[in-house]
């Protein structure tokens, strides 16, 4: 939204979050009804959802669009070299190529979870430490305001 609609990153991050919540609602609710999913399992991820929303809204007021973007670029391409990785084993899995040695297709599923697992800590790194930058950035331009107050 924000690099094809220059939606500004508040509003992309509201949308997202809204979206993702209904979406995975309707999901948890439509294969619970099959009894595929633990409810209160889903329920609990589904709460901390909406405290991601909660931090999420926070942390767009203080963290500038670009942040965001160079943010969400990075996690993008580390995700694209996880699956990248794990390419060759999608392909043995649809016999689109010659099958690999079991080994091999273990070590490559074992890096691109770690690599995943990467992914999620640098975003999240990435925005905590943004938003207390301009947590502390905003305050102290707030109390620098207010010392020139007459």
Avoid: C, H
């Amino acid at each position: 939204m924000m690099y094809i609609l220059g939606v500004p990153a508040i509003m992309a991050t509201a949308t997202e979050l809204v979206v993702a919540f209904v979406m995975g609602l309707g999901g948890s609710m439509l294969y619970a009804w099959e009894g595929f999913v633990d409810i209160r399992l889903a329920m609990l991820i589904l709460a901390g959802s909406l405290f991601g929303v909660q931090i999420g809204v926070i942390a767009t007021t203080y963290v500038k669009d670009a942040t965001v973007k160079i943010i969400m670029a990075a996690i993008m391409l580390i995700v694209l070299l996880s699956r990248l990785v794990m390419l060759p084993v999608y392909m043995a899995m649809l016999n689109l190529i010659q099958l690999i040695n079991d080994k091999l297709a273990t070590l490559m599923e074992q890096i691109s979870f770690i690599t995943l697992a990467v992914a999620l800590a640098v975003g999240a790194l990435a925005i905590i430490g943004a938003l207390i930058f301009g947590a502390t950035k905003g305050s102290q331009n707030r109390s620098n305001k207010e010392d020139y107050k007459i």
